[in-house]
């Protein structure tokens, strides 16, 4: 098992309450890259949170990997977890989102499949996944999986620090820098929003709304 290493570097809190004005598609109107996989939805309603990625890669569904994981966390950080495409067994559950919670997690990401969907849903962490599993991982150490390394999850490098975005929507994951460079902008294009509905409502014609396209 590599990787057991503490994050040290915290994100910047400025950055992060700057990021939790935005709404995240906003940036899919800027961005091309850092987007998971569509399949990967939230599970439960009316979520939106920002926050530093703890990594597990978690090998032939090897619970003491997302233990170990668990054991990592700090206020604020998002696990994400890579499974290698394994969407029949769930290395996330009741235990493991009370664990997280506990830890003042903002949420869990999983390229696969979650199980306790009833309990996730009233514990009220946010978690994405590809959809839920009767079958869970199990007590048994693989060693290719790996704490806090760079993980595969939806399509995206994710590492260890970088900052994950998610929603209802989907999930989000860009560096600090990628994070710090496009929220001015992002939040600018929010502020202007409102004000193109407002035009829609009374009666202009998209084009005059927006005659250079919708950013
Ligand atoms: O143990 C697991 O793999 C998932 C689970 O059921 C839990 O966290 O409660
Ligand atoms: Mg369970």
Redesign the pocket.
Same mark, same amino acid.
């Given at each position: 098992m590599n990787g057991t290493v503490r994050l040290t570097q915290a994100l910047d809190a400025e950055l992060v309450s700057r990021l939790q004005s935005v709404s995240f598609p906003t940036i899919g109107h800027f961005l091309e890259e850092g987007f998971l996989d569509s399949g990967i939805r939230s599970m439960l309603r009316n979520v939106h949170l920002v926050g530093r990625a703890v990594t597990v890669r978690v090998a032939s569904?090897d619970?003491f990997a =997302?233990n170990r994981a668990l054991a990592l966390l700090e206020p604020g950080d998002v696990l994400v977890i890579e499974t290698g495409h394994d969407t029949t067994?769930?290395?996330?559950?009741?235990? =493991? +989102?009370?664990?997280a919670q506990c830890a003042g997690a903002a949420g869990i990401v999983v390229d696969g499949v979650? =199980?306790?969907i009833v309990?996730l849903r009233g514990a009220g962490l946010p978690v994405f996944a590809r959809g839920t599993s009767v079958l =869970? +991982?199990?007590?048994k150490l693989d060693a290719n999986s790996a704490v806090n390394v760079p993980v595969l999850c939806g399509g995206v490098m994710v590492n260890p620090g970088d900052v994950v975005m998610a929603d209802d929507n989907g999930v989000l994951v860009l560096s600090p820098e990628e994070a710090a460079a496009i929220v001015d902008l992002a939040l600018s294009t929010d502020r202007a929003e409102p004000d193109i509905l407002r035009r829609l409502r009374s009666g202009e014609a998209i084009d005059t709304v927006l005659p250079g396209g919708m950013e």
């Open positions: 569904a619970a =997302t067994h769930a290395p996330v559950g009741a235990v =493991t +989102a009370c664990a979650v =199980t306790d309990e =869970t +991982a199990k007590r």
